[in-house]
Protein backbone atom coordinates (compact mmCIF):
# COMPACT_ATOMS: atom_id res chain seq x y z
CA UNK A 1 0.00 0.00 0.00
CA UNK A 2 1.55 3.56 -0.82
CA UNK A 3 2.57 5.77 1.73
CA UNK A 4 0.02 8.45 2.40
CA UNK A 5 3.33 10.72 3.40
CA UNK A 6 1.75 10.93 7.19
CA UNK A 7 4.61 11.59 9.43
CA UNK A 8 5.40 8.96 11.83
CA UNK A 9 6.63 9.40 15.67
CA UNK A 10 10.32 8.94 14.06
CA UNK A 11 10.19 11.46 11.35
CA UNK A 12 9.48 15.44 11.09
CA UNK A 13 7.61 16.30 14.00
CA UNK A 14 9.80 14.60 16.59
CA UNK A 15 12.53 16.51 14.57
CA UNK A 16 11.36 19.80 14.89
CA UNK A 17 10.69 20.46 18.45
CA UNK A 18 14.46 19.86 18.99
CA UNK A 19 15.17 22.05 16.23
CA UNK A 20 12.65 24.82 17.38
CA UNK A 21 14.09 24.51 21.24
CA UNK A 22 17.58 24.64 19.92
CA UNK A 23 16.71 27.77 17.89
CA UNK A 24 14.97 29.03 20.89
CA UNK A 25 18.07 28.30 23.25
CA UNK A 26 20.52 30.14 20.64
CA UNK A 27 17.94 33.29 20.71
CA UNK A 28 17.57 33.60 24.39
CA UNK A 29 21.38 33.42 24.57
CA UNK A 30 21.85 35.91 22.05
CA UNK A 31 19.43 38.87 23.63
CA UNK A 32 20.54 37.77 27.18
CA UNK A 33 24.33 38.87 26.07
CA UNK A 34 22.86 42.15 24.09
CA UNK A 35 20.94 43.15 27.67
CA UNK A 36 23.47 42.48 29.62
CA UNK A 37 25.86 44.47 27.75
CA UNK A 38 23.42 47.03 28.20
CA UNK A 39 22.10 46.63 31.72
CA UNK A 40 24.64 44.48 32.82
CA UNK A 41 23.29 41.22 35.72
CA UNK A 42 19.76 43.66 36.04
CA UNK A 43 18.20 42.95 32.93
CA UNK A 44 14.85 41.19 33.36
CA UNK A 45 14.26 37.92 32.28
CA UNK A 46 11.04 39.66 30.36
CA UNK A 47 13.11 41.72 28.79
CA UNK A 48 15.26 38.84 27.43
CA UNK A 49 12.39 37.05 26.47
CA UNK A 50 11.36 39.95 24.22
CA UNK A 51 14.39 40.82 22.75
CA UNK A 52 14.40 37.21 21.53
CA UNK A 53 11.46 36.90 20.15
CA UNK A 54 9.94 34.31 22.80
CA UNK A 55 7.62 33.71 25.60
CA UNK A 56 9.30 34.32 28.96
CA UNK A 57 7.71 30.99 29.89
CA UNK A 58 10.10 29.55 27.20
CA UNK A 59 12.90 31.56 28.81
CA UNK A 60 12.27 29.89 32.19
CA UNK A 61 12.03 27.07 30.88
CA UNK A 62 15.34 26.57 29.31
CA UNK A 63 17.08 28.54 32.67
CA UNK A 64 14.94 28.43 35.83
CA UNK A 65 16.69 31.36 37.21
CA UNK A 66 18.31 34.59 35.94
CA UNK A 67 21.65 33.12 37.80
CA UNK A 68 21.81 30.17 35.51
CA UNK A 69 21.53 32.27 32.38
CA UNK A 70 24.30 34.26 33.77
CA UNK A 71 26.51 31.23 34.19
CA UNK A 72 25.60 30.10 30.56
CA UNK A 73 27.00 33.04 29.58
CA UNK A 74 29.94 33.42 31.56
CA UNK A 75 30.94 30.24 30.26
CA UNK A 76 30.17 30.89 26.46
CA UNK A 77 32.70 34.11 27.02
CA UNK A 78 35.14 32.32 28.81
CA UNK A 79 34.93 29.79 26.63
CA UNK A 80 35.85 32.31 23.62
CA UNK A 81 38.68 33.05 25.44
CA UNK A 82 39.90 29.60 25.65
CA UNK A 83 39.85 29.49 22.11
CA UNK A 84 41.63 32.15 21.80
CA UNK A 85 44.57 30.82 24.67
CA UNK A 86 45.10 28.02 22.00
CA UNK A 87 45.29 29.66 18.69
CA UNK A 88 48.47 31.32 21.00
CA UNK A 89 50.02 28.76 22.20
CA UNK A 90 50.90 27.79 19.09
CA UNK A 91 52.97 30.94 18.42
CA UNK A 92 56.90 30.30 19.70
CA UNK A 93 58.41 33.89 19.54
CA UNK A 94 56.84 34.82 22.96
CA UNK A 95 54.55 37.39 21.79
CA UNK A 96 51.15 35.06 22.51
CA UNK A 97 51.00 36.32 26.27
CA UNK A 98 50.97 40.23 26.05
CA UNK A 99 48.06 39.37 22.98
CA UNK A 100 45.69 37.38 25.18
CA UNK A 101 46.37 39.89 27.78
CA UNK A 102 45.05 42.01 25.25
CA UNK A 103 42.04 40.19 24.04
CA UNK A 104 41.33 39.51 27.49
CA UNK A 105 41.37 43.37 27.69
CA UNK A 106 39.03 43.71 25.05
CA UNK A 107 36.83 40.91 26.11
CA UNK A 108 36.30 43.20 29.48
CA UNK A 109 35.66 45.66 27.86
CA UNK A 110 32.96 44.41 25.60
CA UNK A 111 31.37 43.11 28.74
CA UNK A 112 32.12 45.84 30.86
CA UNK A 113 28.60 45.88 32.86
CA UNK A 114 29.16 42.56 33.91
CA UNK A 115 33.04 41.92 33.58
CA UNK A 116 33.43 41.20 37.26
CA UNK A 117 31.83 37.69 36.57
CA UNK A 118 34.44 37.27 34.04
CA UNK A 119 38.05 35.28 35.20
CA UNK A 120 37.59 34.94 38.80
CA UNK A 121 40.22 35.08 41.06
CA UNK A 122 39.34 31.08 42.11
CA UNK A 123 37.76 29.80 39.44
CA UNK A 124 36.15 26.11 40.07
CA UNK A 125 38.49 23.02 38.89
CA UNK A 126 37.73 21.70 35.55
CA UNK A 127 36.04 25.38 34.35
CA UNK A 128 37.12 27.34 31.59
CA UNK A 129 38.24 29.89 33.71
CA UNK A 130 40.85 27.36 35.24
CA UNK A 131 41.77 26.85 31.69
CA UNK A 132 42.33 30.20 30.69
CA UNK A 133 44.46 30.15 33.80
CA UNK A 134 46.35 27.13 32.61
CA UNK A 135 47.08 28.75 29.16
CA UNK A 136 48.22 31.63 31.02
CA UNK A 137 50.68 29.47 32.42
CA UNK A 138 51.70 27.98 29.33
CA UNK A 139 52.27 31.37 27.25
CA UNK A 140 54.25 33.02 30.49
CA UNK A 141 56.51 29.83 29.91
CA UNK A 142 57.00 30.61 26.20
CA UNK A 143 57.23 34.56 27.12
CA UNK A 144 60.58 33.48 29.71
CA UNK A 145 62.14 30.82 26.91
CA UNK A 146 61.68 33.45 23.92
CA UNK A 147 63.29 36.33 27.07
CA UNK A 148 59.98 38.86 25.86
CA UNK A 149 59.16 38.65 29.83
CA UNK A 150 61.57 39.43 32.70
CA UNK A 151 62.03 35.98 34.19
CA UNK A 152 60.84 36.92 37.67
CA UNK A 153 57.47 37.46 36.10
CA UNK A 154 55.43 34.85 37.76
CA UNK A 155 51.55 33.57 36.93
CA UNK A 156 50.49 35.50 39.96
CA UNK A 157 51.64 38.52 38.83
CA UNK A 158 49.96 38.04 35.30
CA UNK A 159 46.90 37.35 36.97
CA UNK A 160 47.31 40.16 39.65
CA UNK A 161 47.22 42.22 36.33
CA UNK A 162 44.31 40.74 34.68
CA UNK A 163 42.06 41.46 37.84
CA UNK A 164 43.49 45.14 37.78
CA UNK A 165 42.19 45.28 34.04
CA UNK A 166 39.17 44.01 34.95
CA UNK A 167 38.55 46.46 37.71
CA UNK A 168 39.37 49.29 35.88
CA UNK A 169 36.86 48.52 33.43
CA UNK A 170 34.14 48.26 35.89
CA UNK A 171 35.27 51.60 37.65
CA UNK A 172 36.19 53.74 34.54
CA UNK A 173 34.74 51.89 31.43
CA UNK A 174 31.45 54.03 30.96
CA UNK A 175 33.94 57.05 31.06
CA UNK A 176 37.27 56.17 29.60
CA UNK A 177 36.69 52.80 28.18
CA UNK A 178 39.87 52.59 26.64
CA UNK A 179 41.82 53.57 29.55
CA UNK A 180 42.54 49.60 30.28
CA UNK A 181 45.39 49.97 26.85
CA UNK A 182 47.33 52.45 28.65
CA UNK A 183 46.82 50.66 31.86
CA UNK A 184 47.97 47.38 30.22
CA UNK A 185 51.01 49.14 27.96
CA UNK A 186 52.51 50.34 31.29
CA UNK A 187 52.45 47.33 33.01
CA UNK A 188 53.80 45.40 30.38
CA UNK A 189 56.59 47.71 29.67
CA UNK A 190 57.43 47.07 33.23
CA UNK A 191 57.06 42.74 32.62
CA UNK A 192 59.51 43.20 29.95
CA UNK A 193 61.91 45.41 32.21
CA UNK A 194 65.52 44.33 32.50
CA UNK A 195 65.69 45.55 35.92
CA UNK A 196 64.57 44.04 39.37
CA UNK A 197 60.92 44.30 39.21
CA UNK A 198 60.14 44.51 43.12
CA UNK A 199 61.79 43.31 46.07
CA UNK A 200 58.15 41.95 47.32
CA UNK A 201 57.35 38.32 46.40
CA UNK A 202 54.86 37.87 44.19
CA UNK A 203 51.50 35.84 44.65
CA UNK A 204 52.32 32.24 45.25
CA UNK A 205 50.35 29.30 43.26
CA UNK A 206 49.01 27.92 46.67
CA UNK A 207 47.76 32.00 47.34
CA UNK A 208 46.01 31.96 44.10
CA UNK A 209 43.86 28.52 45.41
CA UNK A 210 43.34 30.34 49.00
CA UNK A 211 41.97 33.11 46.85
CA UNK A 212 37.86 33.25 47.60
CA UNK A 213 35.03 32.20 44.83
CA UNK A 214 33.36 35.00 44.44
CA UNK A 215 29.19 34.73 44.97
CA UNK A 216 27.04 33.96 42.03
CA UNK A 217 24.51 36.43 40.74
CA UNK A 218 21.15 36.47 42.91
CA UNK A 219 18.21 38.82 42.83
CA UNK A 220 19.04 40.44 46.36
CA UNK A 221 23.00 41.65 44.45
CA UNK A 222 21.04 43.65 42.11
CA UNK A 223 17.13 44.34 43.07
CA UNK A 224 18.49 47.51 45.19
CA UNK A 225 19.88 49.19 41.56
CA UNK A 226 17.39 48.51 39.79
CA UNK A 227 13.98 48.25 39.38
CA UNK A 228 14.20 45.84 36.24
CA UNK A 229 16.04 43.19 38.56
CA UNK A 230 13.63 40.25 38.47
CA UNK A 231 13.48 36.68 40.83
CA UNK A 232 16.30 34.42 40.44
Known amino acids: MPSTGTPTLTGTPARRPRRDAARNHQLVIEAARELLGEYGPDASMEQIAARAGVGVGTVYRRFPGKESLVAELVTLVTAELVEVGRQLLAHDDGTGLEEFLRVIGQSFEDHRRWAGLLLPCAPPARSSGSEVRA ?98
Open 135 to 232: QLALLLDNAHRAGTIAAEVRLGDVMVLIWGLRGLLESSGEVAPNAWRRYLDIHLAGLRSTEPLSSMPPITAAQLKQLPVPRPVTHAAHTGSSHQAVRA
